[in-house]
């Protein structure tokens, strides 16, 4: 902690010595980021990466420098790529900012907000550039916040949260790529000469089809734990644009914010427009180190509830789907408490009066419960759960409604519309986008929640689904010159609404669902608990699709439930054994009828819930070293979480492919204490005799240079074979 508060002071000082101060250093206990912020000239941007010295600091520049523009802006020298961009009210396009002033805010976390306000030169045009530190955390955020005093409207034509120039050498890039099912896949290459752009247009959510998040590789093909890396994530659940422009420079220029595409905004008199946060970090223990970084940060910093132990729950989706009632939803309580779990979630088809839920075409906006499916209501399914021990959680989509709905009925106004147009449906032929630019939308979307919470106070966990895009682009709050504003304002009313939600009901979980994976940004988890990784729950895709997303975010976060074989939507056969021994290493739930498992299978599924208890803290809470990535195609995967302590691992091994005779490597473990010996636990335990390992112990050195042999299959009776293997290791430090 004491080193700690030397970084935080030395910013401090560096940025505190006279009026007129010139190099800028932000610094985390082993990062700097270090700017010229020279008063009267364009603040330069002069380096990012491990910690710098007192001499290093001083000599920096003479070591050589990108020197270039710390956020460039458009109009003098058009050619080059702008960060920022806007138009006068007298219709003049440039902008010629310099540093006015520097000042350091102490924050309450103990951390600091660096802030460089730059000024245009002949306009009242402000700019804020903020920097954030946060105690004892690898990462850096920054943002802008423009303002002006002009007679008149200033219009924004592009503004971006940050801008970093990357030096030229074997540039790789790691990005998340997707759709529907098949999210966070990773796709990693070199940066080409020209634009390179990672974007979303979605309008509503921002993570199917690709992420606003990136793993920078400093030094060729990016490796797990060694090797230079730049983790970059943008804080914002809209329309974002990720932007790599390799001009004839030393340099490849990053530009990260959100899509200014036909969204210019028309900034007021006093007004200020602040850009999403950029999270940045910088690592020299490669890809690992950079998501180490992220998600001791996310847990800190930015999630919901970081510090608390997630239940483990059934949901009802793929158990009955809309096929809601009262004793089938008691049923699937008494299953998942015998079977050692801790909440049961009712998800969709439990709403609508006038229209019943039956399938997906009718009554959202509709929330009053259907009595014909539920006699008691929702107060009988809490009275269950609490006879049962366990905790209830219920499935909502607040921002949509259907055409098919009183709530469209009375007020068809209240959706996202072309002016002119008739409305474009989606999900079901008649789903629509509520319009949460205007006040009354979010007072709908904050009484669906206050209504069920306060008639319902038993009420632990809230599935907060989004199952549609902006599929129109219009307004019927906005008015006819701000148009342009819907996609920034739907989320600006999106934040209000959570915040409002937020501040009435801390405690409660909320899980964000969009169609699966939409939702997985670190712009809205501050509201949330966790996220959906996919509708796709087969556990052999999911190793790919949870691969990917744990570059960004931890365990914690991660939804992986144990669904039924053959699975629905691949129809893949998977042992539960794999299925389960997957979903353990996120947030473990369970996404199937039990009452079609057999015996022998929820007596396994209730050890292996008492097996992931053991463990729970390990996974959520601890550090992620991925070993060996299913992406490399070498017939398998492992990975393996360590508690910050060094006291506690889990490790875990999956087969991918399946062939006779196979080779595999054998994997050699991480972030063990070398000094430290672990004893060797088999949890999810299905074979016959114990592995030759079983309550051995070994140091960690040894784990970490040598590894364990993994068997090709399980020791199990003829007729229980398949051509699946997988092992989860508890190891425990004497």
Avoid at 323 to 330: A, F, P, R, S, T
Avoid at 547 to 569: E, K, L, R
Wanted: overall charge negative; proline content about 5%; some cysteine.
């Amino acid at each position: 902690m004491k080193k700690i508060f030397m970084c935080l002071s030395f910013a401090m000082l560096a940025v505190a010595f006279s009026a007129s101060a010139e190099t800028v250093h932000i610094s985390t206990p082993k990062t700097s980021l270090v700017l010229d912020a020279t008063k009267g000239e364009q603040p330069k941007f002069l380096y990012y990466g491990n910690s710098l010295s007192t001499g290093d600091l001083q000599n920096i520049q003479a070591a050589g420098t990108p020197n270039l523009n710390a956020y460039p802006v458009y109009g003098l020298w058009p050619a080059n790529e702008a960060a920022f961009a806007a138009v006068h009210s007298d219709g003049n396009m440039t902008l010629d900012m310099v540093t006015d002033n520097v000042s350091v805010t102490k924050n309450p976390d103990g951390g600091e907000t660096t802030t460089i306000t730059i000024k245009d030169k002949v306009y009242p045009f402000t700019i804020d550039l903020n920097y954030r530190t946060f105690p004892g955390l690898d990462v850096i955020e920054t943002w802008t916040e423009a303002s002006h005093n002009e007679k008149g409207n200033v219009k924004l034509t592009r503004f971006m949260s940050g801008y970093l120039p990357v030096r030229r050498n074997d540039v790789h890039v790691s990005q998340l790529y997707g759709t529907w099912a098949n999210e966070g896949r990773v796709e990693e290459a070199p940066l080409p000469h020209g634009v390179k752009m990672i974007k979303n247009k979605d309008g509503a959510r921002n993570s199917h089809t690709a992420h606003g998040e990136v793993m920078i590789s400093l030094d060729g093909k990016a490796k797990e734990n060694d090797g230079r890396v730049i983790g970059a994530a943008l804080c914002y659940g809209g329309n974002y644009k990720l932007m790599f422009d390799t001009d004839d420079t030393d340099y490849h220029h990053f530009f990260a914010g959100i899509n200014e595409e036909n969204s210019s905004y028309n900034l007021k008199k006093g007004e200020k427009f602040t850009t999403p946060p950029l999270a940045l970090t910088y690592s020299e223990e490669g890809l690992g180190g950079a998501s180490r970084n992220f998600h001791k940060w996310g847990r800190e910093q930015r999630l919901a509830h970081g510090d608390t132990p997630r239940k483990i729950l059934l949901n009802s989706w793929e158990g009955v789907y809309f096929d809601i009632n009262e004793e089938g939803m008691q049923q699937m309580m008494t299953d998942i408490a015998n079977m050692g779990g801790e909440l049961f979630v009712m998800d969709d088809g439990w709403f609508g009066t006038k229209y019943p839920r039956n399938n997906d075409s009718t009554s959202l906006g509709d929330w009053t419960v259907d009595t014909n499916k539920l006699p008691g209501g929702i107060q009988a399914l809490c009275n269950a759960a609490k006879e049962r021990g366990i905790k209830f959680g219920i499935w909502i989509e607040p921002e949509m409604v259907n055409s098919v709905s009183e709530l469209y009925e009375k007020h068809p106004e209240y959706v996202v519309k072309a002016p002119n147009r008739e409305p474009v449906l989606g999900r079901g032929g008649t789903q629509m986008v509520l319009d949460l630019a205007n006040p009354k939308v979010q007072d709908i979307v904050f009484n669906i929640v206050d209504t069920l919470l306060t008639k319902y106070p038993e009420i632990d966990y809230i599935k907060w689904d989004a199952n549609a895009p902006i599929m129109n682009h219009g307004s019927q709050y906005q008015t006819a010159d701000n148009q342009s504003h819907l996609y920034i304002d739907y989320h600006k009313g999106f934040i209000k609404a959570l915040e409002r939600i937020r501040a009435k009901y801390p405690d409660v979980t909320i899980q964000a669902c969009a169609s699966g994976g939409g939702r997985a940004n670190w712009g809205i988890l501050p509201y949330f608990d966790e996220f959906w990784v996919s509708d796709n729950t087969d556990a052999l895709q999911r190793i790919y699709m949870q691969w990917g997303t744990s570059y960004f975010f931890p365990a914690i976060t991660m939804a992986s439930h144990i669904s039924a074989s053959p699975n629905h939507q691949t129809n893949r056969i998977v042992p539960l054994k794999f299925r389960t021994d997957v979903a353990m290493s996120g947030r473990l739930g369970m996404e199937i009828q039990p009452k079609n498992m057999t015996e022998e299978e929820k007596e396994q599924s209730r050890k292996a819930i008492a097996d992931y208890k053991s463990v729970r803290d390990v996974v959520q809470f601890g550090d992620l070293y991925r070993l060996l990535s299913p992406y490399d195609g070498k017939g398998a995967a492992s990975l393996m979480y360590v508690s910050p302590d060094k006291k506690d691992g889990v490790f875990y091994w999956w087969k991918t492919e399946q062939f006779v005779n196979q080779q595999l490597p054998r994997v050699t473990m991480a972030g063990l204490d070398p000094n430290k010996t672990y004893t060797v636990t088999e949890l999810n335990r299905i074979d016959n005799e114990p592995l030759p390992y079983e309550g051995k112990s070994f140091t960690g050195a040894f784990l970490m240079s040598n590894g364990l042999e993994m068997p090709l299959s399980h020791n199990v009776d003829w007729n229980k074979r398949n051509d699946y293997a997988s092992r989860v290791l508890k190891l425990t430090a004497k």
